[in-house]
């Protein structure tokens, strides 16, 4: 992706402000929340494998599937 950025600067010359087109935001911005998407559901896997590991070394209470939907 190619961003076409324009700069607002101070009188010092210092960088204060970042300006894209409108249409190049959408397209950054659906990239982004499928970024976060996808770094929610990894997350999700991982504490999920994390969770199946405690309970084969029976470190964490084994429930049944009815009390896992009764959790949500």
């Not at 009188?11 to 911005?29: C, H, M, R, S």
């Not at 084994?62 to 959790?71: A, D, G, P, R």
Request: contains cysteine.
């Amino acid at each position: 992706m190619d961003l076409h950025i324009q700069y607002l600067t101070d009188e010092n010359g210092a960088k204060t402000a970042v300006q894209i087109p409108y249409k190049e935001w959408l397209d950054f911005y659906d990239r982004y929340r499928h970024l976060r998407q996808y770094s929610k559901l990894k997350k999700d896997f991982s504490d999920a494998f994390e969770e199946i590991k405690q309970n084969e070394t029976g470190s964490t209470k084994k429930i049944t599937l009815e009390e896992f939907l009764n959790e949500c």
